[in-house]
């Protein structure tokens, strides 16, 4: 049974206990009870939005980050756009549809309370944005323009051009800075929260690293909230930005965090395949293109060996030779079947040898129908900014007439494979999104809340801002209305001290261990084992190998880590270092849970439960319940806790986008 975790701290007289720190307290201003400080990790959209909301609502905010500006945060990185039930196409959408889809899209693995909230919010999101400023796309008559994402049969994704995530950045920016100029929020571009510190079984501050000087610094403050994104770059190849990481996240579990569904990882079908084995990063193709492009490869094996050969070109197959797979298995979504569906039927053709490139491994994304039937220009409008990234990086321009057959001229197509992009799995939140650590929330990417087994395009903005506009700056008054008559601790106590000596140990550590391998090349190889046993298809033989393979490498990062460089002033390595650490953390527990987790749903497939037709299986009646873990020391096993879901609304059944 799921332990039951109250986040209600009675209100009170401050106890003995407290007390006894007097000489380190900075009492509470009796005069004003909002005097609150709250430390928020993370400026991405989720953090940038929760800093400024609570800056506005009068906490005094502490904001961190690793870049050096909150508008490099990761979130940048989002092209195709953000959902909201607006039914501005009076397509019959609306906030349950919302909700349904979202449900349905998790493989009913997502706690349905969460997701209604959701639903709820994501309008208000839309109208705080278009006032902020951002530039969301418009139709000729200056209504906001939609389009789809998988998962939907609506048009409710709101976007600005390819470059969503920026101009939404740039609106939390501004409403962030306003609160930095009152001076409201404080700033610290350029830290990394090491540790968080637990004062009587409550965050009460953290330690961070001064990425410029080495210096550790103490942060004290009354509530601690994280926002510090997910954990896919464990995988070493990702679309994720470079810089993302989850030791924030891995630290506050090694402090008695729970940490929910790891095995539930997102592999994005639309990406650049892998071109070589010097690649550090994967690029994302934006699932919006698959509104407009045809995702196919050949029927004929033959043709298939001669893509891989080099001797044909795809623009040479006519049309009576393609096969558009996903239209064929999915009539009723056809391309905009969820993101899980799409990754797994390309895996199937190319396993099956349909694979278009010299590897094998890759389909086509055709936009041949859609530029004969609208013009390049309108396509241009919608796409254009991906086209020219496409070019830049294979050298191809997808808007280019390659061949015509019978009078209907072949554009050529992008070719993409799935690739690991999203991590719906994260530190476990109750309701209010706050931790089984009281004092410690949890938002956006680097919580577990409202995605279920997979999550739906366009989605994760949608919760990041709703975490950080609409949620966390309400659900953590709750917490913090009985803070007001506590004091805010010290940096000066115990706790602090040993949290941030162990944090300099560990960097002492980690550059004495003198070894002769980089950090990059152990990353690499930590990634292929990953890929291969904890990637898109697993088996509980796999995942064994897998987890041997992970301590035996692990260990030999103890043992043969070569860190340049010292603690003091700016040392990218030993960062990284840092990062791996926890990424072998993270992996093993990826691999845990899903060994435990005996059935398919949504990003998780193992291998052994599948339909006839290779849909994922789901088992109802042994896995309907969030999978929690409790850290019990490196290389122990992690317990399970189990947190079963109730839903009250939506039935639960089989996911079906055929009909
Ligand atoms: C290529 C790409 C395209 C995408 N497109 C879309 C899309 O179109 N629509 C959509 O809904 N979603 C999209 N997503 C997903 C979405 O972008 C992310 O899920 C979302 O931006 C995550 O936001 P976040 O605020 O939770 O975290 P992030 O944006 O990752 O921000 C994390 C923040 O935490 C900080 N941080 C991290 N660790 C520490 C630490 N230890 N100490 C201090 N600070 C730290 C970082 O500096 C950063 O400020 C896309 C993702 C990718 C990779």
Known sequence: MAKVIDSKIPAGPVPEKWKEYKAHQRLVNPKNKLKLDVIVVGTGLAGAS?????????????????????????????????????CYQNDGDSIYRLFYDTVKGGDYRAREANVYRLAEVSNNIIDQCVAQGVPFAREYGGMLANRSFGGAQVSRTF??????????????????????????????????????????????????????????????????????????????LSTNAMGCNCTAAVQCYRKGAYFANPSYVQIHPTCIPVHGDKQSKLTLMSESLRNDGRIWVPKKIEDAKALQAGTKQGWEIPEED???????????????????????????????????????????????????????????????????????????????????????????????????????????VD??????????????????????????????????????????????????????????????????????????AELDRLLNIKGKRSVDSIHKELGHIMW??????????????????????????????????????????????????DFFTMGQLVAFDALSRNESCGGHFRE????????????????????????????????????PLEYEAIKVQTRNYKN
């Open 532 to 581: 291969e046993y904890v990637g898109m298809g697993r088996t509980a033989e796999g995942l064994k190998t897998g987890l041997k393979k992970m301590h035996e490498l692990e260990k030999e990062f103890d043992s043969n880590l070569f860190v340049p460089g010292t603690k003091e002033g700016l040392n990218i390595e030993l960062d990284k270092a840092i990062h791996l650490r």
């Open 322 to 428: 393609r096969d558009y797979y996903l239209e064929r298995r999915y009539p009723a979504f056809g391309n905009l079947v969820p993101r899980d569906v799409a990754s797994r039927a390309a895996k199937e053709r190319c396993d099956k040898g349909f694979g278009v490139n010299n590897t094998g491994l890759a389909v086509f994304l055709d936009f041949s129908e859609s530029i004969n039937r609208l013009g390049i220009d309108i396509i241009m409008q919608r796409y254009g900014n991906l086209f020219e990234m496409y070019e830049e990086i294979t050298d191809v321009f997808p808007g280019d007439v390659a061949n015509e057959i019978n009078g209907v001229k072949y554009y050529k197509p992008m070719m993409i494979y799935p690739a690991i992009h999203y991590t719906m799995g994260g530190i476990w």
């Open 50 to 86: 929760a800093a400024a909301s609570l800056g506005e609502m009068g906490f005094n905010v502490i904001n961190l980050c690793i870049q050096d500006s909150p508008r490099r945060a990761h979130s940048i990185a989002a092209q195709g756009g953000i959902n909201a039930a607006k």
């Open 431 to 504: 309701y209010e999104l706050q931790t089984s650590i009281p004092g410690l929330f949890a938002i956006g990417e680097c919580n577990f809340s409202d995605h279920g087994a997979n999550r739906l395009g366009a989605s994760a903005l949608m919760q990041g801002l709703a975490d950080g506009y609409f949620v966390l700056p309400y659900t953590i008054q709750n917490y913090l209305a009985d803070q007001a008559v506590w004091p805010k601790v010290s940096t000066d106590l115990p706790e602090f001290a040993e949290a941030e000596k162990k944090v300099d």
């Open 608 to 643: 052994e439960y599948q339909t006839e037709e290779g849909e994922a299986k789901r088992d109802d009646e042994n896995y309907f319940y969030v999978g929690c873990w409790e850290y019990k020391g490196k290389g122990n096993e992690p317990e399970l806790i189990k947190e």
């Open 159 to 236: 976007y600005a051009k390819g470059q969503t995530g920026q101009q939404l950045l740039l609106g939390a920016y501004s409403s962030l800075s306003c609160q930095v100029q009152a001076g409201k929020v404080k700033l610290y571009t350029r830290y990394e929260m090491e540790d968080v510190v637990i004062v009587d079984g409550r965050a009460r501050g953290i330690i961070a690293k001064d990425l410029c000087t080495g210096k550790l610094v103490r942060f004290s403050a009354n509530a601690v909230v994280i926002a510090t994104g997910g954990y896919g770059n464990t995988y070493f």
